[in-house]
């Protein structure tokens, strides 16, 4: 069973610029979760999707979107990027919203 | 404060000592996981608990929700062990991280 795959793995962007991360979650899977991870803040809550739907957000600015498909893939963009976004993002897929967590190996971003 | 509480950040020990990292949470929960992550950033899940003990191998985690407590317990430490263990609680809206603990088994 193919596991969370998230893409790109790595990408350098420049201030100003937009951002859109993908994650692909396990087959049958249908909650997928958003983090973003940094040295000084530790890993965050970006937001939280299930069955196309957001039904949780964390405490991000509005530059932070996402959205999820009716395959369950989900996407997360950023728009006018700071250098505090430099991070790893992460993703997670769950059967539903209060069951185990399952990992990507993340996308790290590097906003020059 | 914050709503989760990890002690110790940094714990180093020989292989095959017993490890206890602890986890305080400050909101109501429904359920609390503990995670892996190794260096270059992949996270594992190791455990999701609401009430009572698991035990995996290993590793066993406790949780007391009347003390809002749990503990991560390895048995017969590895240098393989060697990680961030990050205790993540979820509350009404959100999961929320602990600052996790690093630890470093020696040989």
């Known amino acids: 069973k193919a596991g969370v795959t998230q893409t790109p793995r790595y990408l350098i962007k420049t201030r100003g610029q937009q951002v859109t991360l993908s994650c692909s979650p396990i087959?049958?899977?249908?909650?997928v979760s958003w983090y973003q991870q940094t040295p000084g803040q530790g890993l965050q809550f970006l937001f939280e999707?299930?069955?196309?739907?957001?039904?949780n957000k964390g405490n991000f600015p509005g530059r932070f979107s996402g959205r999820q498909f009716s395959n369950s893939r989900s996407e997360m963009n950023v728009s006018t990027l700071e250098l505090g976004d430099s991070a790893l993002y992460l993703c997670?897929?769950?059967?539903?919203?209060?069951?185990?967590?399952?990992f990507g190996e993340g996308s790290r971003l590097t906003v020059l | 404060k914050n709503e989760v509480e990890q002690s110790p950040q940094n714990l180093t020990a020989q292989e095959g000592e017993f490890i206890t990292i602890n986890c305080s949470y400050s909101?109501?929960?429904?359920?609390l996981h503990w995670l892996q992550q190794h260096p270059g950033g992949g996270i594992v899940s190791l455990f999701m608990?609401?009430?009572g003990k698991k035990k995996h191998g290993r590793l066993i985690a406790t949780i007391n929700i009347q003390e809002k407590h749990s503990s991560l317990h390895i048995t017969a430490s590895h240098p393989r062990d060697s990680a961030v263990y990050i205790c993540?609680?979820?509350?009404?809206?959100?999961?929320?991280f602990g600052q996790g603990t690093r630890l470093t088994i020696n040989p």
């Open positions: 997670a897929s769950s059967l539903d919203m209060t069951g185990e967590l399952f």
């Open positions: 087959s049958g899977h249908r909650s």
């Open positions: 999707y299930f069955s196309e739907t957001q039904r």
């Open positions: 909101v109501g929960i429904s359920a």
């Open positions: 608990l609401s009430s």
């Open positions: 993540a609680v979820r509350g009404a809206q959100k999961l929320v």
